[in-house]
């Protein structure tokens, strides 16, 4: 069965660090762009970061650059997303996705076209407190 399963997620105070992980089995991890989105209450869902294995390019939103860092463990087919000085803007469900195209297309980290990704896992919240 393709699974993507994430954690890390959790109540940190403004400035603190989390790290994301999402372990992935089913389907060829080396084969797909690897993306973290997240969605806050009552916002659309956004592409926060992406890994292009052409080359393992990261691409970061620019509310999350120099604060986030998006990184690939092959050998154990896992996803990470360090984050850092939290906002409580930062506050939101984050998921792991993977697609072979969408996400390496030009519309950045396959962002407006969330919803026609091949892979998804359940999210794992992570909430900022001021």
């Known amino acids: 069965d393709v699974q993507l399963v994430e954690s890390g997620g959790g109540l940190v105070q403004t400035g603190g660090s989390l790290r994301l992980s999402c372990v992935v089995s089913?389907?060829?991890?080396?084969?797909?762009?690897i993306a973290w989105f997240r969605q806050g209450l009552g916002n659309e869902r956004e592409a926060v970061s992406c890994?292009?294995?052409?080359?393992?390019?990261?691409y970061y939103a620019d509310s999350v650059k120099g604060r986030f860092a998006i990184s690939s463990d092959n050998a154990k087919t896992t996803l990470y997303l360090q984050m850092n000085d939290l906002k409580p803007e930062d506050s939101a469900v984050y998921y792991c996705?993977?697609?072979?195209?969408?996400?390496?297309?030009?519309?950045?980290?396959?962002?407006?076209?969330?919803?026609?990704?091949?892979?998804w896992g359940q999210g794992t919240p992570v909430t900022v407190s001021p």
């Open positions: 890994l292009i294995r052409a080359g393992d390019i990261p």
């Open positions: 996705a993977a697609d072979k195209i969408l996400i390496a297309s030009t519309n950045y980290c396959g962002h407006s076209l969330w919803r026609y990704l091949e892979l």
């Open positions: 089913g389907f060829t991890f080396d084969d797909y762009n």
